[in-house]
T-cell receptor, first 116, second 116 residues
C-alpha cells in the first residue's frame, strides 16, 4: 500500500487557463474527498465520492470546479478559467466507509496551485 | 453551521515542557473527533482520534479526551520534543448517518515551535 498519491505536486498557471489534478486513493478505500487549504488556514471541504457517486459538494465549489471519479478508483478535479483566488493547496483524502461507520481519512501530499 | 475553534497560536515551548492545545466544537449530533498534524514540508497525518464520549485517543505521547459535557477535545503532551514542531489541527467529523457523514471540519490550526 503506497498511500494516497496526487499529481502534479505543483502547478503554475496563468489566469483564465484550465487545470486538472489527479488523485489516486488507497486501493481498497471506497470514499474519496477533496479539500482546499490556503496559507495559514485549515483545510476546507470541497466534495466527496463514495465509489463513483459524487455525494456532496460544498458551496465553496463554484461552477468552474468539477470533479469526477469515473470508475470508483482515481479522481480528477478540474478548475476552468482559473482566477488568482484559486491559488491554494488542493488535498485529496480517502477512507473506507463500512456499515455506516466511516474510518480515518488518509491524506495525500497535495497539489499546490499558483495562478499568476 | 458546524464549526470548531482551536487555541490561537503560535505556541512556543522549550523542550520537555507541558503542552496543551485547546479545541472546542459545536455540539451538533455526536461527532467523531480527530487531531491531525502537519510537519514542515509534509502532508496531513492522523495523530489520534476518539469516536464517542469519554474516549481517550493517544499516540506518540499525545493524548486527548472526548468531553461531551464541555464539547472539547484538548490535545496534551507531558514533555514535548523539538521534533514535535508542526501545525496541529482539530477536526470533528459531523453527520449522523446518511450520505453526508464523514467530511472533516478543520480548525484554523495551531503552530507549535519547540526550542532545545
Amino acid at each position: 500500500d503506497t498511500g494516497v498519491s496526487q499529481d502534479p505536486r505543483h502547478k503554475i498557471t496563468k489566469r483564465g487557463q484550465n487545470v486538472t489534478f489527479r488523485c489516486d486513493p488507497i486501493s481498497e478505500h471506497n470514499r474519496l474527498y477533496w479539500y482546499r487549504q490556503t496559507l495559514g488556514q485549515g483545510p476546507e471541504f470541497l466534495t466527496y465520492f463514495q465509489n463513483e457517486a459524487q455525494l456532496e459538494k460544498s458551496r465553496l465549489l463554484s461552477d468552474r470546479f468539477s470533479a469526477e471519479r469515473p470508475k470508483g478508483s482515481f479522481s480528477t478535479l478540474e478548475i476552468q478559467r482559473t482566477e488568482q483566488g484559486d491559488s491554494a493547496m488542493y488535498l485529496c483524502a480517502s477512507s473506507q466507509m463500512a456499515g455506516g461507520i466511516t474510518d480515518t481519512q488518509y491524506f495525500g501530499p497535495g497539489t499546490r496551485l499558483t495562478v499568476l | 453551521g458546524n464549526s470548531v475553534t482551536q487555541m490561537e497560536g503560535p505556541v512556543t515551548l522549550s523542550e520537555e515542557a507541558f503542552l496543551t492545545i485547546n479545541c472546542t466544537y459545536t455540539a451538533t449530533g455526536y461527532p467523531s473527533l480527530f487531531w491531525y498534524v502537519q510537519y514542515p514540508g509534509e502532508g496531513l497525518q492522523l495523530l489520534l482520534k476518539a469516536t464517542k464520549a469519554d474516549d481517550k485517543g493517544s499516540n506518540k505521547g499525545f493524548e486527548a479526551t472526548y468531553r461531551k459535557e464541555t464539547t472539547s477535545f484538548h490535545l496534551e503532551k507531558g514533555s514535548v520534543q523539538v521534533s514535535d514542531s508542526a501545525v496541529y489541527f482539530c477536526a470533528p467529523v459531523y453527520g449522523a448517518g446518511g450520505t453526508s457523514y464523514g467530511k472533516l471540519t478543520f480548525g484554523q490550526g495551531t503552530i507549535l515551535t519547540v526550542h532545545p
